[in-house]
């Protein structure tokens, strides 16, 4: 990543993993710059999914933020009616499941509304024939609480050999 800061760019990095990949960024004021993607890329270690990564700068240094998901990547950040962070669009999200689970992984929350302290989750619309999306974009709509989203809808999830299925009809809603 690299920012202008009036005569040149520098580099910055945001993360101390060398494996980290930031597609998304968001600055709301000179000491607040959100910063999302993913902690890895492709190529990391086998069969094991992908972290997000999510990092707030304060003006001095860039610090990691806990979302409540623990795989997926987070493909966009827009602001909120009042210029904050508003929305988080989280691609692919998926969370440990209790434990003994099976499977293991259970799906996370495609959109993660910020109020200033915690995130709210949210499930992106069910949209019959179709299955969850693999990329996720927003844009807000400025001065008010309305947020767009588009996505790459997948293909409907296959009943599985042992009966469970895997609908159309994406996931529950997330609380």
Avoid: Y
Wanted: aromatic share 8%; glycine share 16%.
């Amino acid at each position: 990543m690299a920012h202008w800061d009036g005569k040149a760019w520098q580099q910055t990095q945001v993360d101390g993993f060398p494996r980290s990949a930031v597609g998304s960024i968001l600055a709301v004021s000179p000491t607040e710059v959100w910063a999302g993607g993913t902690g890895g890329f492709v190529g990391g270690p086998p069969g094991k999914p992908i972290p997000p990564l999510l990092v707030r700068f304060d003006g001095q240094s860039w610090n990691r933020v806990r979302i409540p998901a623990d795989f997926g990547g987070i493909t966009s950040l827009v602001p909120g009616a009042s210029g904050e962070l508003g929305w988080i669009a989280v691609a692919r999200s998926l969370k440990w499941g209790p434990p003994g689970s099976t499977p293991p992984l259970i799906p996370g929350p495609d959109f993660l509304a910020w109020n200033g302290q915690s995130f709210a989750e949210h499930s992106e619309p069910v949209v019959a024939g179709e299955g969850d999306s693999s990329s996720l974009r927003l844009a807000a709509v400025p001065g008010t609480a309305t947020v767009w989203s588009v996505g790459r809808a997948g293909v409907p999830r296959a009943p599985s050999p042992r009966g469970s299925c895997g609908s159309a009809e994406r996931r529950p809603p997330v609380r």
